[in-house]
């Protein structure tokens, strides 16, 4: 109870200081970076992270196939060679979700690697919105997946990572 106190008094202090006109950039200089986090991923289809209280932040299993597939390559994705990881996307994803419909799975996993790309934006937006909405733009930034120069990745130290 004393942690979600000083967390609303937290928030009135920064309210206090937006009404006086500071800056979003000003507010995010007085918060620092976000910090490098250990994360695992749990098969029951969450990341914990042992760093921010033992959260959990719960994934899909498209959400969570996406994510570790994206945690294996640090050095990013070529948003246009998704494709080329369809076998690897499957398997992922066969391991993450309850149903044992091949079909379905084929059908999922190719929606997130057609041409489109629609189903991919949706994961990674949904993603980002989970990550922001429990630990703010800030905090979450080193767990966000992000796109430069049309390579996807995850900043995340890869040896913050583990799984069970």
């Not at 932040?57 to 080329?84: A, K, N």
Request: proline share 4%; with cysteine.
């Amino acid at each position: 109870m004393e942690t979600e106190a000083i967390v609303e008094q937290l928030k009135s202090l920064l309210a206090e200081l937006r009404a006086k006109g500071i800056s979003e950039d000003m507010i995010d200089s007085l918060i620092g970076p976000g910090a490098d986090y250990r994360v695992v991923v749990d098969g029951r289809g969450y990341l914990l992270l042992p760093d921010c209280q033992n959260m959990k932040i719960r994934l899909t299993p498209m959400e969570r196939t996406l994510y570790i597939l994206l945690l294996r390559y640090p050095e990013g994705i070529p948003v246009d060679d998704l494709y080329l990881y369809y076998d690897e996307l499957l398997k992922i994803y066969m391991a993450q979700t309850v149903y044992d419909d091949m079909d379905a799975a084929q059908e999922a996993v190719g929606a997130l690697v057609d041409d489109y790309k629609t189903t991919l934006y949706t994961n990674v937006s949904r993603i980002k919105k989970k990550l922001t909405d429990k630990l703010g733009q800030k905090a979450a930034a080193p767990l966000l997946i992000t796109r430069t120069d049309g390579v996807y990745r995850i900043p995340l130290k890869r040896e913050l990572v583990s799984y069970r």
